[in-house]
């Protein structure tokens, strides 16, 4: 199948085989009246419009004219919490009467407060839950994610939910990464003991969800009340001896030095950042870890402070956007609200924006060579956005701008008709 959209203004986001960093974070690679070529799964070519109609098969196929719309590559969120059984409105309501993340936590709201549903859930449950997640962040322009476990924390219940996230996978309408998060946090039965739990999920847990190649990565939540960097880097050691590549949770809510330990294990990725100091950037540059940063989260809980994204940037880190879509800190799948909030309030630009959460989220899933970018051979994941400068993506803050969005090649959802 062969799909044309034409009268594009087009983000490129080109030379996308590594991550961007400091001053070529802000380059989208702008053409206007643009064309994109799709054959099959792929783009078969893509630039000015002259030049993409003189590719022999330009004509064969469904023609869309985007009436000068952008059209961009589909959002590729690297950080999401997606497979869980329900909201946590009693959470919301205690911070709306001022309790911190920490103290509602200690109340028995927080991570734990999510496990019942998880592990009253079959599989079948928790698959059809997530496939309706799944839609929603397509109907915003997410094209691939990355989806953790991490709210059953024993083992039958991190394996439902990452044998859930296999299920939604192969359905193929979202793309989806998986991580075994199974060091989220301390389950009751293990309570006061996280080294015994860590060393259950060892012995246990890891086997076989390595056996049943249920993930592609292992994360931690490396933080004090959760786990120490003793205990974090037994576990994701232990992931790595057994093909996992590393994420951590690191410098969230605490400098606990979650962000030396992503740099000592080469990790693909640390994730939130808000304490990490200028130490621990020039360690993640030299590791070659990607920033995730996911200030959706701050902005839930009300925090003042966000994730030094400027200081990041300029040191050289490069930096991916993500929403940490969860019921707890970031019930958002919408990735055009945190380029917003990424703008507002830390500071960065339309365009760094833009490239963090497509190329350099593709990255930090290990989907940079496929994904991310607007390039001949790449797969076909491409948003129509229905306004006609890339700046208005963020700027329309709560809006959802999507006009169209083709997931490997195939129209899979549209608010526009576009002519032909
Ligand atoms: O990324 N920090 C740990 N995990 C999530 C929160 C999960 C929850 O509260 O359910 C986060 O913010
Ligand atoms: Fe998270």
Redesign the pocket.
């Known amino acids: 199948m062969k799909n044309l959209i034409t009268n594009a203004v087009l983000l490129t986001l080109p030379g996308s085989e590594r991550p961007r960093c400091a001053g070529e974070l802000g380059k989208v690679g702008l053409i206007r009246d643009g064309a994109v070529l799709m054959d099959g799964e792929r783009i078969a070519a893509v630039g000015l419009k002259d030049l993409v109609m003189r590719h022999p098969d330009a004509r064969k196929g469904r023609i869309f004219d985007a009436g000068g719309r952008v059209v961009m590559p589909g959002f590729a969120d690297c950080?999401t919490?997606p497979v869980f059984g329900a909201p946590r409105l009693k959470d919301f309501e205690l911070r709306a009467r001022g309790k911190s993340y920490r103290e509602i936590a200690a109340e028995g709201g927080g991570i734990v407060s999510s496990l019942a549903a998880v592990r009253g859930a079959t599989e079948a449950e928790l698959t059809r839950l997530l496939q309706e997640q799944a839609q929603r962040f397509l109907e915003c322009g997410t094209t691939a994610i990355e989806a953790k476990s991490g709210y059953g924390l024993d083992k039958d219940s991190e394996l439902k939910a990452l044998r859930a996230i296999k299920h939604v996978a192969a359905g193929g309408r979202l793309d989806i990464v998986a991580t075994f998060l199974g060091a989220h946090a301390v389950p009751p039965e293990y309570k006061g003991k996280p080294a015994a739990y860590v060393a259950m999920l060892i012995r246990d847990v890891l086997p076989a969800v390595a056996a049943e190649r249920l993930a592609v990565y292992v994360d931690a939540f490396c933080e004090k009340g959760y786990f120490s960097p003793q205990e974090s880097e037994s576990f994701l050691a232990a992931g790595a001896a057994a093909g996992l590549r590393v994420k951590v949770?690191a410098e969230q809510l605490s400098r606990s030095g979650g962000a030396a330990l992503a740099a000592r294990l080469n990790a693909v990725s640390a994730?939130h950042l808000d304490c990490a100091d200028d130490g621990d950037l020039r360690l993640l540059k030299e590791s070659g870890t990607i920033a995730v940063l996911?200030p959706g989260s701050n902005h839930f809980l009300g925090l003042t402070e966000y994730p030094p994204a400027r200081r990041i940037i300029d040191s050289g880190v490069p930096v991916a956007l993500a929403t940490?879509f969860?019921p707890g800190t970031c019930p958002c799948w919408n990735m055009q609200e945190i380029l917003s909030i990424a703008v507002s309030r830390m500071r960065m630009t339309p365009e760094e924006t833009l490239a963090a959460a497509t190329i350099n989220g593709a990255h930090a899933m290990g989907l940079g060579q496929t994904h991310g970018s607007l390039e001949t051979g790449k797969v076909a994941d491409i948003l129509v956005m229905d306004c006609r400068d890339y700046r208005e993506i963020p700027y329309w803050f709560g809006a959802n701008l999507v006009a169209a969005v083709f997931k490997r090649g195939k129209l899979l959802h549209h608010t526009v008709e576009l002519q032909a």
């Open positions: 950080h919490h949770h994730d996911v940490d969860n």
